[in-house]
């Protein structure tokens, strides 16, 4: 298990800190880092949540209904929560809030899962992964923007905007970008039993096989940009991920008996560290940017000691 997880861990925290050093020694300017991050999100980003959702077998999405059910408790549940109780106590803006409940509720599973998950489960647990990030591309991408675009609009015209008005503009807004898009079209193609030539899957992942790399170096220069803060907000944020998302899993397993080997894999997924995706927004929104980062690497540290803990109890459950 110890070789498991350092094989794991290592490769990924060399990008990260690429990256970071790379950020430190002044190599990227502001530019050049925006550019990188519109290459990530909207172009190898997209294309590689697209050829992961068409390549999922359409009985597997429409088979594992508590499976479903439990991932979407952890993942939307947990993203509600952590909003109300950012709003209401923590008295945060809706984009902060937002991107709170993001970094608390939103895992890596496609940049961290497959290394993972193959040396643990093997081959055929990719569709796991491939259930799950479809199921968060569909669900917690489009969540996130609409609530950014929401608050976007508010600060930019005023609060004399009618919600409703706000909502039909953010999701149009939402549904323009491609990392929502793309996705949504291949989760179509697989329910109507379309077949995607294989020519047009080796196109897009040639561009989207950039993604886990480019991802976490940027992630590295963002962290690099800002002072790593080490906060009670950052702690509880990166506690929530690492800690309370795997222990709600786990009873959301039980209680909707989900079987092996799905249980088991649904417990890791949520041990995996938050995604880059919210330290990349934030910087586009100029809110929550210090807290973001800041609680990227304070998760990814902290699955040093999760990660094991989660395979264990995974193992404990046949």
């Given at each position: 298990?110890?070789?498991?997880?350092?094989?794991?861990?290592?490769?990924?925290?060399?990008?990260?800190?690429?990256?970071?050093?790379?950020?430190?020694?002044?190599?990227?300017?502001?530019?050049?880092?925006?550019?990188?991050?519109?290459?990530?999100?909207?172009?190898?980003?997209?294309?590689?949540?697209?050829?992961?959702?068409?390549?999922?077998?359409?009985?597997?999405?429409?088979?594992?209904?508590?499976?479903?059910?439990?991932?979407?408790?952890?993942?939307?549940?947990?993203?509600?929560?952590?909003?109300?109780?950012?709003?209401?106590?923590?008295?945060?803006?809706?984009?902060?809030?937002?991107?709170?409940?993001?970094?608390?509720?939103?895992?890596?599973?496609?940049?961290?899962?497959?290394?993972?998950?193959?040396g643990l489960f093997g081959p055929s647990s990719l569709v796991s992964i491939a259930f799950a990030s479809t199921l968060s591309a569909v669900t917690m991408i489009p969540l996130t923007l609409v609530l950014l675009e929401i608050h976007h609009q508010r600060t930019t015209r005023g609060e004399g905007q009618r919600v409703s008005s706000l909502i039909v503009q953010s999701l149009a807004n939402t549904l323009k970008k491609p990392m929502v898009w793309a996705p949504l079209i291949g989760l179509a193609l697989v329910l109507a039993g379309v077949r995607v030539p294989p020519l047009v899957d080796n196109m897009l992942m040639l561009i989207g096989s950039s993604t886990s790399g480019a991802s976490i170096f940027l992630a590295g220069l963002i962290i690099a940009a800002y002072e790593i803060r080490l906060n009670r907000e950052v702690i509880a944020n990166a506690l929530v991920k690492m800690v309370a998302q795997p222990l709600l899993m786990v009873l959301l397993v039980a209680a909707l008996k989900v079987g092996s080997p799905l249980a088991g894999e649904g417990i890791v997924i949520c041990a995996i560290p938050t995604a880059v995706f919210a330290p990349l927004l934030a910087p586009r929104y100029r809110i929550y940017e210090v807290e973001s980062s800041s609680t990227l690497m304070a998760t990814a540290l902290l699955m040093i000691v999760t990660l094991p803990m989660a395979i264990f109890v995974c193992r404990s459950l046949g």
């Open positions: 298990m110890t070789l498991t997880v350092l094989t794991v861990l290592l490769p990924v925290f060399f990008v990260l800190g690429l990256g970071y050093f790379a950020g430190r020694a002044k190599k990227f300017d502001a530019d050049q880092v925006a550019g990188l991050n519109d290459l990530v999100l909207d172009y190898a980003f997209p294309a590689m949540m697209f050829v992961a959702t068409v390549k999922t077998p359409r009985d597997e999405l429409l088979s594992e209904g508590s499976y479903a059910l439990a991932l979407l408790i952890a993942f939307v549940g947990l993203f509600l929560a952590v909003v109300l109780v950012s709003t209401l106590l923590l008295r945060h803006s809706l984009g902060e809030a937002t991107l709170q409940a993001n970094l608390a509720s939103f895992p890596s599973v496609g940049f961290f899962g497959p290394p993972i998950f193959q």
